[in-house]
């Protein structure tokens, strides 16, 4: 803290380089981090310092920014930088309407975040220290805010058409967010956005993506009263034998920041005082960014002087609640738990981690993650379970989870604390009382009889359950899908094609398998079913999606597509196509547009001629010439590579430049492996 930049001081007369961006937190700031910037400004260095004003204290729990009763202001950093002598300041904000009456400094402006590249671009040209402020309040404090009703929550969400959507990840990219996760479909990856987790930031619509729309007006769909489950038609609970706690017991809450782990410690802590009982909390981590790993470490003893450390140390945790699977398999975590001394209470519920931003194929590691907590602790003392599917199911949010998980553990006999003592804790939270308490008797039922209680809802439930089709099977649909994309004739097309490589590769390899026709079959459909706007319009149309709102909106809702139209779009500072919001009127269009996929390829495609729509074409002979070449030299030790350069165009997604970019690793992949066969059939 206070030391960003303070090197670079040091560094640049002995760099290249000429310039160098630092960040700072306001909380940083007002420590520490203003020492660095006013040494940077008398050694006259060529920097920036990117100060985020976040309008909390984000690493701690989102407390105010200082102690003055008003906090602290962009306005107020505003003065403090200019009085320090930087060469240039300018304020970045997400809603930058608001300084529009407000007294700037000369020479100060103000820029929507859009704007941020470009900012930086100029400053980095600027001599001296210059200040950008980056003025826009935590997104999980944001959410904090909503559910506490301290801040408006704006009337509308974002929805994914995961028919439209390409699974490239330029979303997650752009946002940053872990609310964007994947769901695996017949037709690959793709992406979803978990409204229960949502920070409402909207800033996953700027990937470069027709599948986004908003939804304005309405609110989600929650379960009637008459269709959701009741805990009176469960048996009644027995009461758990709690421990003793004569000696330190200790409790570790791990989790996703963001999500209330430091609230669940707190919750164990007041009941322990409610008790009278002594009772040590501390908080490790503290990331409340959405994304980190925290942890709170709880100590209850009958007695204070029974404590005798500030956290729970190696091998001696009484009890584990993970509330999040990776975060519970780390390393910290594994070391306070002994083999049949500590229970834990693992939610196996798949979160996406920040990997997942930058590697669309991320896989999330439940089985590994499971199989180390329980080498820790033993097959007994592990109780394992989905524990958002039933807070979302039964509650209708997975913020009700680790309320759940804590229901859970004490229902196990694993917290020495009174049920009654827990359940005023939660009243004098004072944050969603009665379905706080509600969640903990779920998870108390989870505990006693957990198939009684996934029973209740797994009849009903909407789960896209994914089970690998057979070769008939995937071809059939895709010959289905074809045939609405196009026509009969083109379908045909697919389905001989893939017949003729099923016949090639059972010539070589009998009823051995069949991974080269699966790829071909994956690739060539891939290939074939390129999303022009003849197919956006008709996977808009065909009636799937808007089922999909309607199970999920109710109300009077408005939907908004959000499309960067070739022949309307206007492109930014980059050379890209810029996206632009189009009203309901744009559904009735892409009602019109569908039908004309008869032109599609002709010469007399209004959209055809664009480079990228050739591309699509040439890339389909491309591939059928590439497939009939690898047959023709085909042997039982080269159908393993033949199924890799059969693949290659599933690593083909997304729409305009991010398009391009994949489909150029896609061709260097490609070459490689040719290369690859060649120098075999060579050999």
Known sequence: MGGEG??????????????????????TYFHSGILAIRQSIA??????????????????????????????????????????????LVIVSDDPLKYEAVALEPGVTVHHRDEMDRIQRELREVKGTTALIYDQTCATEKRRRRKRGKLADPEQRVVINELVCEGCGDCSVQSNCLSVEPVETEFGRKRRINQHSCNKDF???????????????????????????????LPTLPEPTLPLAEKAWGIVVGGVGGTGVITIGSLLGMAAHLEGKGVVTQDAGGLAQKGGATWSHVQIANRPEAIFTTKVDTAQADLVIACDSIVGAMKYTLTVMQQGRSFVALNTHGTPTAAFVKNPDWQFPGAHCEAAVRASVGDDHLGAFDAEQVAVQMLGDSLYTNPLMLGYAWQRGRIPLSHAALMRAFELNGVQVANNQLAFEWGRHCAHDLAAVQALFAAQQVIQIVRKPGLDEQVARRVAFLTDYQDADYAARYQAFVAQVRAAESAVAGLKGSALSEAVARGLFKLMAYKDEYEVARLYTSGHFLKQIEAQFEGDYRLHVNLAPPLLAKRDDDGHLAKSEYGPWMLKAFGLIKHLRFLRGTAFDPFGRSEERRTERALIEEYVQTIEQLLSDLNPERIDLATRIAAVPEHIRGYGHVKEAHLAKAKAEREALLAQWQGKQLG
């Open 6 to 27: 303070v090197p670079w001081v040091g560094q640049q007369p002995f760099s290249n380089d000429q310039h160098m961006f630092a960040n700072l937190g306001d909380g």
């Open 43 to 88: 050694a006259g260095v060529n920097i920036t310092y990117k100060l985020l004003y976040n309008d909390a204290v984000a690493m701690t729990g989102g407390q105010q920014v200082g102690e003055r009763p008003e906090g602290h202001s962009v306005l107020q950093i505003m003065k403090s930088l200019l009085s320090e002598g930087v060469a240039r």
């Open 203 to 233: 800033s996953c619509v700027k990937g470069h993506c027709p599948s986004f729309v908003t939804v304005r007006g309405g609110q989600l769909r929650k379960p009637r009263h008459d269709q959701r489950a009741d805990l009176r038609s």
